[in-house]
């Protein structure tokens, strides 16, 4: 430290003495002590903040990091913006990592207390929105200094819209764009420093790839969730006003950084705003914004970036191309990535309902309102919902059917609740009951009908192809049937989906009204007669703005809907089945089969198990829980759907559920083709849900199936060389005997042959080929003394034997001749059974 602010006094006091220029101690040594003019002659690059940058850099690779940052506050604290301001731009890009995602930068995703505690705390000093990074923030942004961002890193619907020369419809772009200059490559963005380092904030949760090992790190422990945590907070207060900017100096006046480009005017606030109103990037022009806007300026533009980099990667035009199978993602999130805008999402709401309930309706706005309880009010209609939306749709119909869909649905389900954020708790139920969704959140379920209804039909989807037997798929199902269960929430949307089917004819002073937004300037609701009319064209225009003008809405509560829900129905019925016949088998085998398998009195063959779930994996503990899951799941679908224990059961008989005589499950649902079995529709959903399947068992050479864990390799080989040669000496002689119709031939054949095609199960059409073509003879196995099980029997045979004071020798004569006579005992068995069937 003590270098480093020798190195700031000898720069930050550069005199001229004798007509020389003097020159740092620390500066290389080649350079030249000369006059200023030749100096300036010789070097017009060397101006004074290049010094600055140049130190800091060389700092960056010497010092460790906590010194860094020491230096660093030091710089903030002493220097000018004027000096700063060159800094700036690497100082983003050291902490936050390049755009192209080349340069890891401080690598805040993978950084966490409990493992680096000493790093972790000064990172969150600094970066803290009222630490040392926002301090030079609100400095430069005093000084008016503009920093270029290339439009190529913006998210894909705003990189096409710029290129195309079509301004963007969030005001976030207003005024920003910077076309090249001659023979200049794309185009950039002016941002102030602000935007500037939220910019690199919000896209360093994209562009940053995690690193390997950091697969396993939880992210509501790593600096970046909580940082964003963090700017929430501070710039979208849910009790008092945004706090002031830092000063910028020890006892100076703090400075006033308000925007250089006027924000949105609030009167255009609360509108469904599209992309109808093509502007081209030319006419960038001014918007006349109130004064008193400044002082949430901050905010507004944390919210517009958080949105724009997190959210806004589909447009409609976009979403309406990806329904083809054909097309290819574009962008596809990640699971940290969808858990931080979780985070923003439920901090929203928490924002828009610290609303004082006087001033929650429209209808009392008045010009008194603060800027912010203004912002509060549109924040989430007017920056969020379209946006999300589209998120949303890309994610149900893209996300891998597996566990990590969790996050896409508890994020979903965040927004669909906003009461669970709301400041006032209502007291609970005696009667344990859970609590009726109040008519005060009408208005937000019906102007976002299809955050519920489009949504949940998509999740009905990916319902009907995941296994429900697996704990985690059950408990995705019960999570939504229980938030769409809640009293009074089902009529709330009904209620929605009536006032977005009623004709236009019935109400005559509306027809000739088009559901678009209103221009900018002017107010949305001053045009507009009564509440019932007003609620009817809000939803049309909310479902208008998301799909298109010519969507085709299916009611939730519809027959199209009712049928998937009846499947869904059945298919839980179906999974609770099949989780308790796992169960019952694991119960019944588990217990003993590990020791009694070794000494072979169980099947080695695993083909008895359902590898289709997650349940061996987790115990009957998990079993217990799944058959919860689907049992309070199915009452929660009866009751939103209206289903009566009659309709679920003749819709499971009607399925083919019911079990065998013996209690075990029947093959899946198929037909008899030219060439074997063929696969139903019903027989597909019956094995991807693990309600049944087909045996699958070794069908070739015995001798050559692979060696298996409970056999001795190398033991096993010698064994096959062995018998290889007895059967190619004295194949003749077995043929010979086994072709014998006395006792002595049965006896060997049932000793040298194995059971042929017709002894088997029913094989595939190539399989059965294939086996026609293989024409075994007799032949000797001697495989069965490479196992484990074989010569622990042994072992424990001649252990007995020796506490009865029977010698080895005399062991292996009683061993052999009990097996004569086993054998013999299964020979007359075997010819029996044949002539019974001749």
Not at 242 to 257: E, K, N, R, T
Not at 360 to 367: E, I, K, M, R, W
Not at 410 to 417: K, N, P
Request: charged share 20%; proline share 8%; net charge positive.
């Amino acid at each position: 430290m003590t270098t480093f602010r020798r190195r700031v006094a000898e720069w930050r006091s550069p005199s001229l003495r004798h007509g020389t220029l003097w020159v740092p101690q620390w500066f290389p040594k080649t350079a030249v002590v000369c006059g200023s003019r030749e100096v300036a002659m010789a070097f017009p690059h060397l101006q004074q903040p290049s010094f600055l940058l140049a130190s800091l850099k060389a700092d960056s690779v010497n010092k460790p990091f906590a010194q860094r940052c020491q230096d660093l506050v030091k710089v903030i604290e002493d220097f000018p913006a004027k000096e700063l301001h060159a800094i700036f731009p690497w100082l983003v890009e050291s902490i936050f990592g390049s755009l192209d995602g080349v340069l890891l930068g401080w690598n805040l995703r993978c950084l966490q207390g409990r493992m680096s505690p000493v790093e972790y705390s000064i990172v969150m000093e600094f970066l803290d929105p009222g630490g040392p990074m926002m301090k030079l923030v609100y400095k430069l942004q005093a000084e008016d200094y503009k920093f270029d961002f290339p439009v190529s890193y913006l998210p894909g619907p705003v990189k096409a819209s710029i290129q195309e020369r079509v301004l963007p419809d969030s005001p976030l772009y207003h005024n920003k764009v910077q076309f090249p200059p001659t023979g200049g490559l794309g185009l950039n963005l002016a941002l102030n420093p602000f935007e500037y380092y939220m910019f690199f904030f919000a896209l360093s949760l994209i562009t940053q790839k995690p690193l390997p090992g950091a697969l396993h790190i939880r992210t509501s422990d790593c600096a970046y969730f909580i940082l964003v945590d963090r700017y929430l907070s501070w710039f979208l207060p849910t009790e008092g006003s945004v706090l002031p900017p830092l000063s910028s100096s020890p006892g100076g006046p703090s400075p006033s950084p308000a925007p250089r480009t006027p924000a949105m005017p609030f009167a255009s606030y609360g509108l469904h705003h599209t992309s109808l109103l093509k502007r081209h990037v030319s006419h960038q022009t001014s918007v006349n914004a109130d004064p008193a806007s400044h002082e949430i300026w901050r905010s507004e533009t944390l919210l517009q970036v958080f949105v724009e980099m997190w959210l806004h990667h589909y447009s409609l035009e976009m979403y309406q191309k990806m329904q083809s199978p054909h097309a290819k993602e574009s962008f596809t999130p990640t699971e940290e990535h969808v858990l931080v805008v979780r985070l923003l999402l439920k901090h929203l709401h928490a924002f828009s309902n610290s609303l004082k309930p006087e001033q929650v309706s429209p209808s009392t706005h008045s010009h008194a309102t603060s800027p912010l309880e203004e912002f509060k009010r549109a924040a989430v209609p007017r920056f969020v919902q379209q946006k999300l939306y589209l998120f949303l749709q890309h994610c149900f119909g893209h996300w891998p059917l597996d566990a990590s869909f969790r996050a896409v649905l508890e994020m979903w389900l965040s927004y669909l609740q906003p009461w669970r954020y709301a400041p006032e708790k209502p007291a609970p139920s005696s009667d344990c009951q859970p609590r009726a969704v109040s008519e005060r959140w009408a208005p937000f379920v019906q102007e976002n009908l299809l955050m519920y209804t489009k949504l949940f039909v998509g999740f009905l989807s990916r319902a009907l192809r995941t296994d429900l037997v697996s704990p985690k798929n059950a408990l995705m199902v019960f999570r939504v049937a229980k938030v769409f269960a809640q009293p009074n929430l089902a009529e709330m949307i009904q209620k929605g989906e009536q006032l977005f089917l009623e004709p236009e004819l019935v109400i005559p002073h509306r027809q000739h009204r088009l559901f678009t937004a209103p221009p900018f300037t002017g107010s949305f609701l001053s045009s507009w007669p009564p509440a019932v009319t007003d609620t009817s064209f809000k939803v049309k225009s909310h479902v208008y703005s998301l799909e298109g003008q010519d969507c085709k809405y299916t009611p939730m509560f519809g027959p199209e809907v009712r049928t998937l829900v009846l499947r869904l129905a059945q298919l839980i019925t179906q999974a609770k089945q099949t989780a308790k016949s796992i169960s019952d088998q694991c119960g019944e085998s588990t217990p003993g089969r590990p020791f009694l398998s070794w000494l072979g009195f169980y099947s080695t063959d695993t083909n008895g198990c359902y590898p289709a779930n997650d349940l061996d994996e987790m115990g009957q503990d998990s079993v217990r829980k799944t058959d919860e899951y689907l049992e309070k799941a199915l009452e929660y679908l009866c009751q939103m759907f209206r289903l009566s224990e009659a309709q679920l059961a003749q819709l499971t008989l009607a399925l083919g559920t019911t079990q065998d005589e013996n209690g075990k499950k029947q093959l899946p649902d198929c037909i008899v083709g030219e060439d074997g079995l063929i696969l139903t529709p019903l027989g597909r959903y019956q094995i991807i849900n693990g309600l049944r399947r087909f045996d699958i068992e070794y069908q070739g050479d015995l001798e050559l199936q692979p060696i298996r864990s409970y056999e001795i390799a190398s033991l096993v080989r010698m064994l096959f060389r062995l018998s290889s040669a007895i059967n190619q000496r004295f194949a003749g002689r077995m043929a010979a005997l086994c072709a014998r119709a006395d006792f002595l031939g049965s006896f060997c054949r049932y000793h040298l042959t194995e059971p042929g095609p017709a002894g088997r199960r029913l094989l595939s059409p190539v399989a059965r080929g294939s086996a026609a073509s293989r024409a075994r003879g007799p032949r000797l196995s001697l495989r069965f003394l490479g196992s484990y099980r074989t010569l622990l029997s042994l072992l424990l045979a001649f252990f007995v034997a020796s506490l009865f004071c029977v010698g080895p020798l005399t062991c292996a004569l009683l061993l052999v001749l009990g097996y004569l006579l086993y054998a013999v005992a299964m020979t007359l068995l075997t010819e029996r059974s044949k002539l019974h069937q001749l």
